[in-house]
């Protein structure tokens, strides 16, 4: 098994930056694509990007594709969610999430993540 533990939300102004982390123990991450998920109260929890195993492969959600970027360090066993250009609209409670039936690329399903973290709660003010 593995567990994940979120760091890095809080409250930004729109326009700002924050930087989300993802460590993970149990198990060597080098065997999971990475995804980060998010959900707004009353929303469902909806996809915001994946990377593969290698880091050679990422997919992101059109709400935020050139305003976020995800990466991984597997020999720190972290995967980060870089956030820019914070809109209000990105406010939710961000999740990362661990697969490990995907070999190659990413999934955006989170019905195929096996392993979730507990949260990181975003919020960004007008």
């Known amino acids: 098994q593995v567990q994940l533990v979120e760091s890095g939300g809080g409250l930004v102004q729109a326009g700002g930056s924050l930087r989300l982390s993802c460590a993970a123990s149990?198990?060597?991450?080098?065997?999971?694509?990475m995804g980060w998920f998010r959900q707004a109260p009353g929303k469902e929890r909806e996809f915001v990007a994946a990377?593969?195993?290698?880091?050679?492969?990422?997919v992101y959600a059109d709400s935020v594709k050139g305003r976020f970027t995800i990466s991984r360090d597997n020999a720190k066993n972290t995967v980060y969610l870089q956030m820019d250009s914070l809109k209000t609209e990105d406010t939710a409670v961000y999740y990362c999430?661990?697969?490990?039936?995907?070999?190659?690329?990413?999934?955006?399903?989170?019905?195929?993540?096996?392993?979730w973290g507990q949260g990181t709660q975003v919020t960004v003010s007008s």
């Open positions: 149990g198990r060597t991450l080098n065997w999971y694509a």
């Open positions: 990377i593969s195993r290698s880091g050679g492969s990422r």
């Open positions: 999430a661990a697969d490990h039936d995907t070999p190659v690329g990413a999934s955006i399903s989170r019905y195929v993540y096996d392993y």
